[in-house]
């Protein structure tokens, strides 16, 4: 979390209006299992069979900057050098997410080691029924909980992402979330389906109020337990009580073609470096408010869990909204300020934001102190 914040911050005082967060790095598509709602399999043979090298995906990581890398894929543990590639991005500083199916993970483990900069982020979509049902396999969930189990007691760091999709039932996932909370996942990650024009199923994607209607079941009077590993705001975004509007720069995507354009999820083009990705994409043809048809009925993490993140720091109703669900979580709603619960509330006004960059400006002119000053500036 600090070093997001601190990230953020850089950039806000840096004036930087567009700028990385998460680098979504595919090193490979072929995968172990073929899942119904999946769009990232469909690939001819000879580019399944490939990989991207250790150099590539170092030089993808450095020419990007972004503190945190998610690898997803394909599989990524089927990767020959994924070990290799994930030691390089935590020297350098990276917070990894390695996302898996977990089919491979128990017997891949030993080439890794625990690490605070390490999480195994495994692809859980319900329970025991749900979760086979979604992957397309009988016996992977229980293969999926037993790996996790392995994990934790070997000391990594274990989150979970769930897809959610419309026969997504909102009591058996609120079941699931206390099993992962029993079992020692750190974090849970959830979100809506992309409608891949390439998956299998396409009569489960959700529509944008769809999204809405299910996740606010889904997540009304969420227990204390629960641990959500992404933004208090996104989360409101999914329930409906907040605005977002895409923000596709936020986690630029690089895999076998090079820098996809302009998201994890759209392939309008490649580029060949990070910078002609954001030079050369019209960010103006994407999200909700251009009118693309394309991203009518999206509400991905990938698109706009980096709006959340921005908006906590550069508005005062997000961040305030972020600080009361991360002390009291959603059971205190009617006990809300007005500021926190009017989610239109407009950018605050100038000498807020000027007093707000004055302090944090504050906290990075003393990286003697960091911690205390920027702590108290910020919470005061
Ligand atoms: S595990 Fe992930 S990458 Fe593999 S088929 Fe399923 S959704 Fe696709
Ligand atoms: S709204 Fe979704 S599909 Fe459209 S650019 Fe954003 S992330 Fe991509």
Redesign the pocket.
């Known amino acids: 979390m600090w070093t997001v914040a601190s990230y953020v911050v850089k950039q806000k005082l840096r004036r930087r209006k567009r700028y990385p967060l998460v680098l979504m790095l595919e090193p490979l598509f072929r995968?172990?299992?073929?899942?119904a709602?999946?769009g990232?399999?469909q690939h001819p043979s000879n580019i399944l069979k490939q990989n991207l090298s250790v150099a590539e995906c170092l030089n993808a990581v450095d020419e990007c900057g972004a503190p945190i890398v998610s690898i997803?894929?394909?599989?990524p543990l089927l990767h020959p050098e994924i070990d290799q590639i994930v030691e390089g991005m935590i020297e350098r500083g990276k917070y990894v997410y390695l996302?898996t199916?977990a089919i491979l993970l128990e017997q891949h483990l030993h080439r890794f080691k625990p690490s605070p900069q390490l999480s195994f982020s495994v692809?859980l979509d319900g329970l025991r029924e749900d979760h086979d049902a979604a992957?397309c396999r009988n016996g992977v969930y229980d293969v999926t909980i037993q790996a996790i189990k392995i994990a934790v007691a070997q000391g990594f760091r274990v989150t979970t992402n769930t897809t959610v999709f419309s026969h997504g039932d909102p009591e058996r996932l609120r079941g699931m979330f206390d099993t992962l909370m029993e079992i020692g996942v750190e974090g849970m990650m959830i979100s809506p389906g992309y409608q891949y024009e390439k998956a299998p199923d396409q009569e489960h994607f959700l529509s944008r109020d769809q999204t809405i209607g299910l996740f606010s079941r889904i997540l009304s009077n969420a227990k204390r337990s629960w641990i959500f590993n992404q933004s208090p705001l996104f989360i409101e975004y999914l329930k409906g009580n907040w605005e977002l509007e895409c923000t596709p720069w936020g986690s630029p995507t690089y895999n076998l073609f090079g820098w996809q354009k302009p998201c994890y999820l759209l392939q309008d083009g490649y580029a060949e470096s990070f910078q002609e990705l954001m030079d050369s994409v019209d960010w103006d043809s994407y999200g909700r408010a251009s009118g693309n048809e394309q991203c009518q009925d999206c509400m991905v993490h990938c698109g706009y869990e980096p709006t959340a993140v921005d908006a906590t720091f550069s508005t005062i109703s997000g961040f305030a909204l972020s600080a009361w669900r991360t002390i009291f979580g959603s059971r205190r709603d009617r006990e809300l300020p007005q500021l926190v619960t009017d989610s239109k509330v407009p950018t605050p006004a100038e000498g807020q934001l000027v007093q707000l960059e004055t302090l944090t400006e504050t906290s990075f002119e003393t990286e003697a102190n960091t911690v205390d000053v920027c702590d108290s500036n910020i919470l005061t």
């Open positions: 995968c172990n299992l073929a899942c709602g999946c990232k399999i997803p894929g394909g599989e996302c199916n692809h992957v």
